[in-house]
C-alpha cells in the first residue's frame, strides 16, 4: 500500500479508536505470555503455545511440579481478557464500517494522497457562489482544483462536483499545506469576508514557493490591505460584475 496512504489514514481518529482495542488485545497477549513464563517456569516460545493451547499446561503439570492451580486460575484471567478485547476489536470495526467512518477515512486518505501527488494545481478557499464558479470553470477548462472548505454540507458538495478537498481553515500552515500550497501556481481566497481573505493572503505567502494570490474583497477600501498582505491581484465582485453590466448596457441594440 502506497506509503503516503497509510501515513494519511493513520492521522485520522478512527484508526486511532481502532488501535484502542487492538492495543488492549496485545497487552492481554504479552501479559498472558510473561505470567505462563513466570508462574509455570517455562520459556517464552512454550508460554506462547500454553496461550493457544490451554491443554498443554494440563500436560506440562502432569510431569512438572509447581504453582499448577495459580497457573489454571491466571489462564482463566488471560483468556477472558483475550475474549473481551477481542469482542471489543469486532464491536468497534463493525460500528466504525457500518456507522460510515471507516469508508469515509479511507475516502478522505486517498484524496489526500491525489492532492500530495498533484502539481501546477489552483487553490481555492472558500466554496461559496464565488469560490464554485471559479472552481468549475478551472476544471471544464482542464486545470487540477484543490479546494478548501471548512463547513461539512458544503465540502459535500465540493465532492460531489468531483474536485480535491482539504477540508479545514485556509488561515491555518498546516491546512494551506495540505492542499499543496507550495506546488500551486494560483490561489484564490474566495471567502465573503475580507479579513478572513487577507489572513489567508498573509498564510499562504510564507510558503517556500508561494503561489500567485488572488484575493477577493468585498469593499474598495479592503484592497491596498490586501496588497500590503501579500496579494498579487485584488478581485471586488461588486465591482467586476458592475462593470460587465455597464458593458451591456453600452453595447447598441439591434
Known amino acids: 500500500m502506497h506509503r503516503g496512504f497509510v501515513s494519511h489514514l493513520a492521522g485520522r481518529p478512527v484508526l486511532r479508536r481502532v488501535l484502542v482495542p487492538i492495543g488492549c488485545f496485545t497487552a492481554v497477549v504479552v501479559a498472558g505470555i510473561v505470567g505462563f513464563s513466570v508462574l509455570g517456569g517455562v520459556g ?4 506462547t503455545f500454553w ?5 498443554s499446561i494440563e500436560l506440562h503439570f502432569q510431569e512438572h511440579a509447581g ?19 477481542g469482542l471489543w476489536i469486532g464491536e468497534t470495526v463493525v460500528t466504525e464500517t457500518f456507522g460510515g467512518r471507516i469508508p469515509t ?6 484524496m489526500q494522497r491525489r492532492i500530495d501527488d498533484s ?6 478557499c472558500g466554496y461559496g457562489m464565488f469560490g464554485r464558479t471559479i472552481a468549475n470553470r478551472l476544471a471544464e477548462a ?29 488561515r491555518q500552515e498546516q491546512t494551506l499545506r495540505a492542499a499543496g500550497v507550495e506546488r500551486a501556481t494560483k490561489l484564490v481566497a474566495a ?26 474583497v468585498g469593499e474598495e477600501m ?21 462593470e460587465r453590466v455597464t458593458r451591456l448596457l453600452e453595447r447598441p441594440a439591434d
Open 67 to 85: 504453582a499448577e492451580r495459580a497457573t489454571k486460575a491466571y489462564a482463566i484471567v488471560v483468556t477472558a481478557g483475550l475474549v473481551l478485547s
Open 119 to 124: 502539481d501546477e494545481h489552483v487553490i481555492v
Open 142 to 170: 482542464g486545470r487540477t482544483v484543490v479546494v478548501i472548505e471548512h463547513d461539512e454540507d458544503t465540502a459535500e458538495r465540493v465532492r460531489a462536483d468531483g474536485h480535491l478537498l482539504v477540508e479545514g481553515d485556509a
Open 105 to 110: 477515512e479511507v475516502s478522505r486518505a486517498t
Open 51 to 55: 496461550l493457544v493451547d490451554l491443554t
Open 222 to 242: 479592503y484592497e491596498s490591505v490586501a496588497k500590503e498582505a501579500g496579494a498579487d491581484a485584488v478581485i471586488i465582485p461588486e465591482v467586476v460584475s458592475g
Open 191 to 216: 471567502i465573503d469576508d475580507s479579513n478572513v481573505n487577507i489572513q489567508i493572503a498573509v498564510v499562504s505567502g510564507t510558503a517556500t514557493d508561494a503561489p500567485e494570490i488572488i484575493v477577493r
Open 44 to 47: 517464552l516460545l512454550e508460554a
